[in-house]
């Protein structure tokens, strides 16, 4: 089957390093996405990931290890705007279209 | 307009009501999807349509019924709801073919929804 497994709540503090670990077990395996969404907004692209290692983009990056079916999405120097929700989200094909298989999503709440 | 826009943005409905939600998409997709998000659950999809013809149903109960009249809008029907119905209903779009990012949709802002 299906699977994408994400902590539901995560904390930390402003101006800290926090890693948001993902694992999944899908078919098709076609990348992996993280979106960001504050709460009572649409979810927005982060990151994109397909091939193994490090993307790096300013204050975030996201790893993927396709053999261990693993991802994670690390924020530097967080920011109290960074308080948001966090989707690890795998894309499938499922025949007619690429799906995307979301996890929970991690609430991340940032401290002063 | 710009990107993926839902309306209404709330609606509270009782179980007799039948109402609609609406989404459209301005960026040329051709795909559309709609999403129920409930509190600490993964984002449940319900319906998928490619070029207006719908490709996947994920055994959503009859009482929602879905539209999409072309390729930019979409829209879904609500009648005799209940309470465990109550969710943000999130309507997405996507460019599947010649994407860089296999997959990648463009979500809107949700429509949150409370059936009493």
């Known amino acids: 089957g299906q699977n994408i497994d994400q902590p539901t709540e995560m904390t930390a503090t402003e101006g800290a390093i926090v890693q948001i670990n993902c694992t999944y077990q899908?078919?098709?395996?076609?990348?992996l996405f993280w979106y960001q969404q504050h709460a009572g907004e649409a979810p927005t692209f982060l990151s994109y990931?397909?091939?193994?290692g490090l993307e790096e983009k300013g204050r975030f990056s996201s790893f993927l290890s396709r053999s261990k079916g693993y991802s994670y999405l690390l924020l530097k120097e967080l920011q109290m705007k960074d308080s948001a929700s966090y989707l690890c989200a795998v894309s499938a094909w499922g025949g007619a279209t690429n799906k995307l298989i979301f996890g929970t999503g991690t609430l991340l709440a940032v401290q002063p | 307009e710009t990107g993926v826009t839902q309306t209404p943005r709330h609606l509270v409905m009782g179980m007799t009501n039948k109402k609609s939600l609406k989404c459209e998409q301005h960026?040329?997709?051709?795909?559309m999807y709609w999403y129920k998000q409930s509190a600490k659950k993964p984002l449940e999809l319900m319906f998928v349509?490619?070029?207006?013809?719908?490709?996947e149903n994920n055994s959503v109960p009859s009482r929602f019924s879905p539209e999409c009249p072309n390729s930019s809008h979409l829209f879904l029907h609500l009648h005799t709801l209940q309470p465990e119905d109550s969710a943000l209903y999130l309507c997405a779009s996507s460019q599947d073919r010649g994407s860089g990012r296999p997959g990648e949709q463009y979500f809107g802002p949700g429509t949150r929804l409370t059936v009493t």
């Open positions: 960026l040329g997709h051709n795909a």
């Open positions: 899908t078919s098709g395996f076609n990348g």
């Open positions: 349509y490619n070029f207006k013809e719908q490709t």
């Open positions: 990931n397909v091939l193994d």
